[in-house]
């Protein structure tokens, strides 16, 4: 059984590892990925269906730290270009600040305070997750400054002077921003309120507003380098009013502060990936945003020089927009074929893969399941479904088809959250290896080992489980055939052990009154060794009973502490050397075999007689823990391993140190353990090399006990 144990981790090892770095299950990086269904063709088997899963792209953390500091420098930005202008130049009276070039719109003192409210909330908000203080604050400075756009735009309308009032202070003649100057207001405080919504499409409305302010402030940006006043100034309006120089430029840095507030979602997704359609938008933004701005600025200053006409420079400037293009669409068309190229060979690699690890896993004579996050089976191999207890009618939890009827070693139910595999899905946890039983449609019980093991992505994501069920008839087989034979060799040795004992017996009273000591210590060899050969006979028998299951117990209430200290009087004999010092409640009652529950304490104070150094103590505690009760035998000595604990109670295991110090066949603590289990408890053992070993074993209490098993089976 340990053997198969080994080599069921050593399977689902390697499938997890294919499955997970040359199929693809699990990773977090593409724009998909390939799963596999668990139904094929019936007249080709070999065929599988496939299927595609959503995955996410892989964002480039360089660019996303750039946003995220641009995020910052724009709230920054703006906050001190606004207070500036407010103070220093509307405040103290420099002229330098409001109007950056002498004859061109100024920032007046109603946008300074709506660029310092916008910059705050920008800076409040900017934390994906931000404290519920700097939410509330930041939505607070946002809605102010979009209130301030709307009456901006009102007082246009209804010819009020709601917002230039507010400033008289500052300046005698009310002056009020301009319209494209208050729209933008609106948008950006809009797009702040609005930063963290998302539509059912994944859409971010915030992304779309900042993207309408980046383009008129673009706008007013290409009217000033140009010339083109009616970009920045609306025909119509008084001197004066219009989108100033400054307040144009710190509306594109605020705007692109928003968009990379959110660099992972909506648009800003696209641009900041880190797969080749993403580096292309962001190697050809720079020049289609430049390069038109440039020839059109170039052909303007020729025509303002009288080197060509207005008609020459339309047609310098569309032979120039379009050679000008054509060199990025070349790079452009270059770099998608190499990448075409790249994913056709990758393709071609992962499907030789595929098709080579889907041979394995049909070949593989273990029952192997691959499933996905959700539960669903990717793939299920033939030896799979030849242990399904139906595979047409009916789904299971998880809406598989193929459903497996898993049941204890006996048969007992099972429960849905008890199966390897569905814990491995839902709870992510390894199981290397339990004994079950799989009930098929044609009615057959087959004993497997199930393991089961988590998949996880490269990001420490959810992928999947890989479990395997390995039928272990044959092992099941050979161990029914090995405990029939150590039953029957322990029978057949009691007959001459039980013959010579009697002939012992018959010579001790056959000898004279007054023997001489040499001859009587051949006797007491042979009593012994008697007395020995009838403990491992014991022993056997016991393991038999333990492994079949049919040990009997004649439960009845039992007092621990009287049965401790009955046990320690009768090891004292054999502990002369060795102090042993009990710690025990008055009263402390359980329900069981008061022959086996003697066996189990006269065994670990036997061992640590044995096993400890000389002269030390031994302390032996009963505790009462809720509804248990708890006894612990400690000794000083040489400690046990850790690499040993977790071996300690198998079948004929025993410690290097302890095959030296003292014989035995090793299966004393074995067989502690499966008296304790079948009284409903657990044995456990704890130690540090050099210094204290402690067994620990525990009991149900009587209080809590169920009184109607007082006898049975087990």
Known sequence: MVDALGDAEQVLHVVSHLVCDDVGLGEVTGVGKLGWMASREADNPAVFQYTTFPMTLSVDSRILTFLLRLTSIAASTAIL?????????????????????????????????????????????????????????????AALASLLGALVLADYVFHGEWVGGLFVWLTPTSRLPSPQTALCFLLLGLALLLLDVETRRERRPAQYLALTVALLAWTAL????????????????????????????????????ILGTRPTHGLMRTFTGAHAGSVMVRRLLPPLLLGPYVVGHLSLLGTRAGLYSSSTAFALVTGML????????????????????????????????RAWLMSIIE?????????????????????????CASDSSGLDAFGNRFLFD??????????????????????????????????TRDG?????????????GRQGTPGGAVSIFRDITPLKELERQREEW?????HDLRQPVSVIALALDALRNDMPVGQPTHQEEPLRWIDTSVGNLRRMIDDLLDASRIEARQLRLERRPVSLTEHVHACV???????????????????????????????????????????????????????????????SVSNEGPGIPPEELPRLFRRFHRTSGGQKQAAGIGLGLYICKGLVEAHGGRLWATSTPGRRTTFCFSLPELARSERSLASGTH
């Open 322 to 353: 379009t050679f000008i293009g054509l060199p990025f669409l070349w790079s452009a068309s270059r770099r998608l074929n190499q990448a075409g190229l790249d994913l056709e060979q990758a393709w071609r690699s992962e499907a030789l893969q």
């Open 444 to 456: 057959r019980s087959v004993p497997v080992l199930a393991s089961a093991t988590p998949i996880q």
């Open 222 to 257: 290409i009217g000033y380098g140009t010339g083109a006043s009616q970009l920045h100034t609306l025909p119509g309006l008084p001197a004066g009013i219009g989108m100033a120089l400054h307040t144009s430029t710190v509306f594109f840095v605020l705007s692109l502060g």
């Open 569 to 631: 009087r009768r090891m004292e004999g054999q502990a002369r050397d060795r102090p042993i010092r009990v710690i025990a409640p008055d009263e402390a009652l359980t329900l069981g075999d008061p022959l086996r529950i003697d066996q189990v304490i006269t065994n670990l104070l036997s061992n640590a007689v044995k096993y400890g150094t000389p002269q030390t103590p031994i302390d032996v505690e009963v505790t009462r823990l809720e509804d248990e009760l708890r006894v």
């Open 486 to 490: 150590t039953s029957v060799v322990a």
């Open 81 to 141: 270009v606004g207070a500036v202008v407010l103070v220093g130049g509307w405040g103290f009276g420099i002229e330098g600040l409001t109007v950056l070039v002498p004859g061109l719109p100024a920032m007046v003192p109603a946008t300074a305070a709506g660029l310092i409210l916008t910059g705050t909330a920008l800076g409040l908000l900017c934390p994906v997750t931000p404290s519920p203080f700097r939410r509330g604050a930041g939505r607070v400075c």
């Open 363 to 387: 070949q593989m004579p273990d029952a192997v399941l691959i499933l996905d996050e959700q539960g669903r089976i990717l793939v299920a191999n033939a030896a799979a479904k030849s242990l």
């Open 406 to 439: 898993l049941r204890g070693p006996s048969g007992e139910s099972l429960s849905w959250e008890e199966v390897p595999f569905v814990r491995a899905v839902t709870r992510g946890e390894l199981e290397p290896g339990v004994e079950l039983s799989l009930w």
